[in-house]
Protein backbone atom coordinates (compact mmCIF):
# COMPACT_ATOMS: atom_id res chain seq x y z
CA UNK A 1 0.00 0.00 0.00
CA UNK A 2 1.52 3.30 -0.84
CA UNK A 3 1.75 5.95 1.72
CA UNK A 4 2.58 9.46 2.24
CA UNK A 5 2.91 11.13 5.87
CA UNK A 6 4.09 14.28 6.97
CA UNK A 7 5.49 15.33 10.44
CA UNK A 8 7.54 18.27 11.79
CA UNK A 9 4.64 21.07 12.31
CA UNK A 10 3.68 22.88 15.17
CA UNK A 11 4.25 26.59 16.67
CA UNK A 12 6.58 28.80 15.97
CA UNK A 13 7.56 31.95 16.23
CA UNK A 14 8.03 34.81 13.67
CA UNK A 15 11.01 34.27 12.23
CA UNK A 16 11.76 30.61 13.71
CA UNK A 17 12.03 27.59 11.27
CA UNK A 18 11.26 24.29 11.13
CA UNK A 19 11.86 20.97 8.97
CA UNK A 20 8.90 19.09 7.80
CA UNK A 21 9.46 15.65 6.85
CA UNK A 22 7.72 13.27 4.20
CA UNK A 23 8.17 9.66 4.72
CA UNK A 24 6.90 6.98 2.32
CA UNK A 25 6.10 3.81 2.10
CA UNK A 26 5.32 1.29 -0.34
CA UNK A 27 7.13 3.04 -2.96
CA UNK A 28 10.40 4.68 -3.48
CA UNK A 29 10.49 9.00 -3.56
CA UNK A 30 13.40 9.15 -5.24
CA UNK A 31 11.87 7.91 -8.42
CA UNK A 32 9.00 10.57 -8.36
CA UNK A 33 8.13 14.17 -8.39
CA UNK A 34 7.00 14.71 -4.71
CA UNK A 35 5.02 17.78 -3.93
CA UNK A 36 4.67 20.28 -0.49
CA UNK A 37 1.01 21.87 -0.75
CA UNK A 38 -0.40 24.10 1.74
CA UNK A 39 -4.07 24.91 2.82
CA UNK A 40 -4.73 27.61 5.23
CA UNK A 41 -8.38 27.98 6.94
CA UNK A 42 -10.49 29.99 4.39
CA UNK A 43 -8.28 29.79 0.95
CA UNK A 44 -7.35 27.47 -1.56
CA UNK A 45 -4.64 25.03 -1.58
CA UNK A 46 -1.18 26.54 -2.58
CA UNK A 47 1.36 24.60 -3.88
CA UNK A 48 5.08 25.58 -2.12
CA UNK A 49 7.57 23.36 -3.41
CA UNK A 50 8.39 20.67 -5.71
CA UNK A 51 11.41 18.08 -6.34
CA UNK A 52 11.85 15.89 -9.36
CA UNK A 53 12.09 12.25 -9.23
CA UNK A 54 15.47 11.46 -11.13
CA UNK A 55 18.03 14.85 -11.11
CA UNK A 56 15.98 16.51 -7.78
CA UNK A 57 15.60 19.14 -9.65
CA UNK A 58 13.23 21.98 -7.68
CA UNK A 59 10.23 24.74 -7.81
CA UNK A 60 9.64 26.91 -5.15
CA UNK A 61 6.78 29.24 -4.91
CA UNK A 62 8.00 33.05 -5.19
CA UNK A 63 6.57 33.53 -1.75
CA UNK A 64 8.98 31.01 0.01
CA UNK A 65 12.17 31.42 -2.30
CA UNK A 66 14.67 31.87 -0.58
CA UNK A 67 13.00 31.10 2.98
CA UNK A 68 12.50 27.03 2.15
CA UNK A 69 14.45 24.45 0.91
CA UNK A 70 13.24 21.30 0.06
CA UNK A 71 15.21 18.44 -0.52
CA UNK A 72 15.43 14.43 -0.22
CA UNK A 73 17.32 11.40 1.60
CA UNK A 74 17.30 8.96 -0.72
CA UNK A 75 18.52 6.26 2.25
CA UNK A 76 15.32 7.34 4.56
CA UNK A 77 13.29 7.61 1.71
CA UNK A 78 12.36 10.91 2.78
CA UNK A 79 11.73 14.00 1.34
CA UNK A 80 12.10 17.45 3.44
CA UNK A 81 11.03 20.92 3.86
CA UNK A 82 13.28 23.01 5.94
CA UNK A 83 11.54 26.26 6.46
CA UNK A 84 13.29 28.97 8.06
CA UNK A 85 12.25 33.17 8.57
CA UNK A 86 8.74 31.59 9.02
CA UNK A 87 5.88 34.15 8.91
CA UNK A 88 2.31 34.35 10.15
CA UNK A 89 1.29 34.04 6.33
CA UNK A 90 2.83 30.79 6.52
CA UNK A 91 0.36 29.10 9.05
CA UNK A 92 -1.22 26.20 7.01
CA UNK A 93 -1.75 22.65 7.29
CA UNK A 94 1.13 21.65 4.86
CA UNK A 95 0.47 18.31 2.60
CA UNK A 96 3.18 16.19 0.64
CA UNK A 97 1.69 14.34 -2.39
CA UNK A 98 2.50 13.00 -5.44
CA UNK A 99 1.21 12.48 -9.08
CA UNK A 100 3.00 9.64 -9.93
CA UNK A 101 4.98 11.78 -12.47
CA UNK A 102 8.83 11.21 -12.18
CA UNK A 103 9.68 15.30 -13.24
CA UNK A 104 7.68 18.43 -11.25
CA UNK A 105 5.80 21.43 -12.62
CA UNK A 106 5.90 24.92 -11.38
CA UNK A 107 4.10 24.66 -8.20
CA UNK A 108 2.20 27.86 -9.02
CA UNK A 109 0.52 30.07 -11.95
CA UNK A 110 -1.01 28.37 -15.02
CA UNK A 111 1.60 25.15 -15.54
CA UNK A 112 1.25 23.71 -12.60
CA UNK A 113 -0.33 19.87 -12.38
CA UNK A 114 -3.59 19.86 -11.36
CA UNK A 115 -4.50 19.05 -7.67
CA UNK A 116 -7.03 16.01 -9.29
CA UNK A 117 -4.00 14.41 -10.54
CA UNK A 118 -2.25 13.93 -7.74
CA UNK A 119 -3.19 10.50 -6.51
CA UNK A 120 -1.69 10.24 -3.10
CA UNK A 121 -1.66 12.53 -0.17
CA UNK A 122 -0.13 12.32 3.32
CA UNK A 123 -2.69 13.64 6.09
CA UNK A 124 -1.03 16.69 6.78
CA UNK A 125 1.11 18.72 9.47
CA UNK A 126 -0.07 22.10 10.97
CA UNK A 127 2.06 24.91 11.00
CA UNK A 128 1.42 27.89 13.14
CA UNK A 129 3.49 31.35 13.35
CA UNK A 130 2.71 33.60 15.77
CA UNK A 131 4.40 36.63 16.47
Known amino acids: QLQLAESGGGPVQVGGSLRLSCAAS????????IEWVRQAPGKEREGVSC????????YYADSVKERFTISRDRDKNIVYLEMNNLKPEDTAIYYC????????????????????????WGQGTQVTVSS
Open 97 to 120: ASSGWRLCKPVEGPDRRPYEDYDY
Open 26 to 33: GFVLEYYA
Open 51 to 58: ISGGDGST
